[in-house]
């Protein structure tokens, strides 16, 4: 997901409404062009609503590359069966059904996995629910930048 640049960004204090350069205002830099307050409240909308995207999207992004990654062909798998793979054991057997030579090792070594492998161990892994290890992947209040 991207931003557009310039943004357009509403000053929390004064209310004036103004485009400004992306980089400055993702870093919580940019003032306000009327009052010169920094415009915090901007920034951190803006990192919510990736969070909010990323969390959305995150773990049919995870199943769909490790499907391609593991050659099995898209259109053998119904749609019910992609929505009942909610956790990654689920996952792997999906795998494993569409005759893909990947190994649940593979699987769990799977860049997409790398944050959440810091935290997790492989039991919770592929335990917990993949809505429960999107929000995981995704920090709730990253820094400026985190997400960018």
């Not at 209310?15 to 915090?40: F, M, N």
């Amino acid at each position: 997901m991207h931003f557009m640049d310039p943004f357009p960004a509403r000053c929390e204090f004064c209310q004036y409404l103004a485009y400004y350069p992306l980089e400055p205002l993702k870093a919580e830099k940019a003032g306000c062009l009327s009052c010169g307050k920094v415009l915090r409240k901007a920034a951190r909308s803006m990192r919510h609503t990736l969070r909010e995207h990323g969390i959305e999207i995150w773990r049919h992004a995870l199943v769909f590359e490790l499907m391609l990654k593991a050659d099995v062909d898209l259109d053998l798998v119904s749609d019910e069966e992609f929505d009942n793979a909610t956790t990654l054991s689920a996952v792997i057997a999906l795998l494993q059904q569409g005759a893909s030579a990947m190994t649940p090792r593979e699987v769990l070594d799977f860049e997409m996995l790398d944050y959440l492998r810091t935290t997790l161990d492989e039991a919770q892994l592929l335990s917990l629910d993949l809505k429960a290890l999107a929000r995981l992947a995704y920090p709730e209040d990253p820094e400026p930048y985190d997400m960018f």
